[in-house]
């Protein structure tokens, strides 16, 4: 998968009370989806791993 350009959100570093918002770039719907599923199966497998 080829990532999109990553930056952070300018309006939400404004922010004082919340963390900023990672923003991904020009990133289409598919490619957000795609994103999605390899961090809730990374994020599954981390879990899987400390649970050992």
């Known amino acids: ?3 999109p350009s990553l930056g952070l ?3 939400s570093l404004a922010g ?3 963390p ?3 923003d991904l770039g ?3 719907p598919s490619t957000a ?3 999605a599923a390899v961090l809730r199966e ?3 497998n ?3 791993a400390r649970a050992r």
Do not use: I, Q, T
Request: with cysteine; hydrophobic share 50%.
């Open 33 to 35: 989806r795609k994103m």
């Open 9 to 11: 959100d300018a309006v």
């Open 42 to 44: 990374s994020g599954a």
């Open 1 to 3: 998968m080829l990532l």
């Open 20 to 22: 900023p918002l990672v």
């Open 26 to 28: 020009r990133c289409n």
């Open 46 to 48: 981390e879990l899987a």
């Open 16 to 18: 004082e009370y919340l």
